[in-house]
């Protein structure tokens, strides 16, 4: 199970940092392991906001791009999403997740619980 954190609410044009942590039973298997942030609005489907591979690649939805940025730290079994000049419209709850696949198609093969994100106007 991954562990989410860093939500809550902010005014537009503000930041907040998610973490995301694999518990220590999966250690031997999370550097080998791409991941990645998703995103569920409410009444939406979840959609992939960014990903990040084991050596480090990223890609990110459009509607992101140049706002977040992806990361991780294998020594410390996380990932981390920066989140700037937010907006109402990345409101949802941020999933982490262990992903197969490349960056045209990322397939989720593990989930945390979320964590909630509100952006205010």
């Known amino acids: 199970q991954l562990v989410e954190s860093g939500g809550g609410w902010v005014q537009a044009g503000g930041s907040l940092r998610l973490s995301c942590k694999a518990p220590?039973?999966?250690?031997?298997?999370?550097?080998?392991?791409?991941m990645a942030w998703y995103r569920q609005a409410p009444g939406k489907e979840r959609d992939l906001v960014a990903a990040?591979?084991?050596?480090?690649?990223?890609n990110y939805a459009d509607s992101v791009k140049g706002r977040f940025t992806i990361s991780r730290d294998n020594s410390r079994r996380s990932i981390y999403l920066q989140m700037d000049n937010l907006n109402p419209d990345d409101t949802g709850v941020y999933y982490c997740?262990?992903?197969?696949?490349?960056?045209?198609?990322?397939?989720?093969?593990?989930w945390g619980q979320g964590t909630q994100v509100t952006v205010s106007s």
């Open positions: 220590r039973d999966i250690l031997s298997v999370f550097a080998p392991s791409d």
């Open positions: 990040i591979t084991s050596g480090g690649a990223t």
């Open positions: 997740a262990k992903v197969r696949g490349n960056s045209q198609s990322w397939t989720p093969q593990t």
